[in-house]
């Protein structure tokens, strides 16, 4: 009965996963997630990451029974990049505990429609949930139910249309980054949500988890994680 707990991945998608592993050990593991791919089960019913790597590393490691696959940390649907997986349940609880309490750096990269202005800088805000439309919004002052929000942003380079920002978020408010670099005027490719003038190809939006750094959960020695993206390619 163990044997078929999870899915046998077909070759090339069983090396497709190996590949986009880029960091990994005993307790922890980080993969680089493509936009439109889903972190965790939502109601599409679609294969989230967490049940494809627990059938990967069934495969792999010839494990019976169970594989632990906790998620101490999100992206969105559209969204690209570094995602931390919790392989015990120790691990999950600090790792769970260290996003809550701040403890993790978090680096995206963006491509925006417009050069923002200034350069580099600070946006703050206080941001509104609207849950019916799955959107959020900034507002410069407080209000009822709206939580401080903090990034930091600097220009890395442009292309003839577009320019590419790296962003430091220093709060974890739902699409903080999308929602506070779209109130700045410089809306990210592909986010028809938040201003874009038209969807990617792909039906993501050019936004990026480049980087992740905090302290391994179990050892306390410093992760740091930095993936590879389709913005790198732009020079």
Known sequence: MSENIYRRLPREEFE???????YEDNHLLVFNKRTGEIVQGDKTGDEPLSEKLKAFIAMRDSKPGRVFMGVPHRLD???GGAVVFAKT????ERLNEAFRKGEVSKSYWAMVCACPSPESGELTG???RNEKQNKSYVYSSERPGAKFAKLRYRLLRSTDRYWIVEVELLTGRHHQIRCQLADMGCPIKGDLKYGAPRSNMDGGISLYAKRVEFAHPVRREPVIVEVSTPLDDFS
């Not at 349940?89 to 999950?92: D, V």
């Open 89 to 92: 349940s120790k691990a999950l």
């Open 126 to 128: 206080w941001m509104l």
């Open 16 to 22: 497709d996963v190996a590949s986009r592993i880029v």
């Open 77 to 79: 649907r559209p969204v």
